[in-house]
Nanobody, 125 residues
Framework: VQLQASGGGLVQAGGSLRLSCAAS????????VGWFRQAPGKEREFVGA????????YYADSVKGRFTISRDNAKNTVYLQMNSLKPEDTATYYC???????????????????WGQGTQITVSS
C-alpha cells in the first residue's frame, strides 16, 4: 500500500481545508484508511477513519460534526474535509492505512502498517 497525502496549510479559525490521501494497493475487505494528527509535545491522536467494508466512517469526538471523511473510488483517494476549524486543530496530519484492521483497532495508530507523509495544518485565532 502506498499513500500520498496532500493539502493542508494555514487557515483562520472557522475556516475550512481539505486533505487528500491517495491510497493505492488496498483492496482487502478489512482495508482501512485512517487520519491522525500530532501536535508538538503531544501523542499522535485519532481523527477519523474510512473502512472499505461497507464504506463506514468513524470520528473522534473532538471533530465529530466538523470533519467529514469521504472516498472517491475512481481516484483511490480518501478525503478529510475539515470545517469550522479551531486553533486546537493545529497539528501535523497523517493518513495511514492497513489491510487487516478489525473495528476495535481503528483508533489505535500502532495498528496501522502504512503511513503517508505528514502535512501541517495551522489554524490561527
Amino acid at each position: 500500500v502506498q499513500l500520498q497525502a496532500s493539502g493542508g496549510g494555514l487557515v483562520q479559525a472557522g475556516g475550512s481545508l481539505r486533505l487528500s490521501c491517495a491510497a493505492s494497493g488496498g483492496t482487502a475487505s478489512r482495508f482501512v484508511v485512517g487520519w491522525f494528527r500530532q501536535a508538538p509535545g503531544k501523542e499522535r491522536e485519532f481523527v477519523g477513519a474510512w473502512r472499505q467494508n461497507g464504506g463506514y466512517t468513524y470520528y473522534a469526538d473532538s471533530v465529530k460534526g466538523r470533519f467529514t471523511i469521504s472516498r472517491d473510488n475512481a481516484k483511490n483517494t480518501v478525503y478529510l474535509q475539515m470545517n469550522s476549524l479551531k486553533p486546537e486543530d493545529t497539528a501535523t496530519y497523517y493518513c495511514a492505512a492497513d489491510n487487516s484492521l478489525i473495528l476495535s483497532s481503528i483508533r489505535d495508530p500502532q495498528q496501522y502498517d502504512y503511513w503517508g507523509q505528514g502535512t501541517q495544518i495551522t489554524v490561527s485565532s
